[in-house]
């Protein structure tokens, strides 16, 4: 049972628009949400986070939002950029715990 | 060292062979994780460190599966009798502690069984 869900496995964004990647959960004792980015070959890295506490974190072109009654995570990035093409991961956490549980990706195409 | 080191980068293996995959965790990083990644598949955990013991070995698919971690620095993931289904692009990564902060993970080790 897929505890995180990315229902997208891709993405295409002209340059310059906003690009909205979602991820979907079940468990409501997750606390914690991250979002990584994968190039290919190399492993993930972390791009931003939120606790369950807020409902939104900004840094930059990436703001991530939080609707815990719709048990949904969004990812915004404005404006895309070409280097920005890369799959995207949403992790979580349980409160109190180490491991984070991922969704399958979404593969985000940025077009210049 | 700077970041977290994972040997070899590829690995190609036939079928019923052991393979031993290699982590090398950021220095001072108590924490290590395994993830794998298979095709079309999210990040699967496998494994979790705390130190030299493994609190969490829940993810590890089969008994062909084991891993150690040696003086609370590096860590081996072994694979014994390999099949077609253990390829994937295996990822080690590593932290401070529990971390809200997420783990810095290496580049993967991609194996291939053939």
């Known amino acids: 049972d897929q505890q995180v869900k990315q229902n997208s496995p891709s993405l295409s964004v002209q340059e310059g628009r906003i690009s909205i990647l979602n991820c979907d959960y079940t468990n409501s004792m997750f606390d914690y949400f991250l979002w990584y980015k994968k190039y290919p070959a190399e492993g993930p890295t972390f791009l931003i986070s939120?606790?369950?506490?807020?409902d939104k974190n900004e840094d930059g072109r990436f703001t991530v939002f939080l609707n815990k009654s719709a048990k949904h995570l969004s990812l915004h990035i404005v404006p895309s950029q070409p280097g920005d093409s890369a799959v995207y991961f949403c992790a979580a956490k349980e409160k109190g715990t180490y491991k984070y549980i991922f969704g399958t990706g979404t593969r985000l195409k940025v077009l210049a | 060292g700077a970041g977290v080191s994972q040997s070899p980068s590829n690995k190609v293996t036939e079928k019923g062979k052991d393979v031993e995959l290699r982590c090398d965790p950021i220095s001072g990083h108590t924490a290590l994780y395994w993830y794998r990644q298979s095709l079309g598949q999210g990040l699967e955990f496998l494994i979790y460190?705390?130190?030299?013991?493994?609190?969490?070995k829940s993810g590890l698919p089969s008994d062909r599966f084991s891993a150690e971690r040696t003086g609370g620095s590096v860590s081996t993931l072994t694979i014994q009798r390999t099949q077609q289904e253990d390829s994937a692009v295996y990822l080690c990564?590593?932290?401070?502690?529990?971390?809200?902060?997420?783990?810095?993970f290496g580049s993967g080790t991609r194996l291939t069984v053939v």
């Open positions: 990564a590593s932290s401070s502690g529990v971390s809200n902060y997420g783990y810095t």
């Open positions: 939120i606790s369950s506490i807020k």
């Open positions: 460190f705390q130190g030299n013991s493994a609190p969490d």
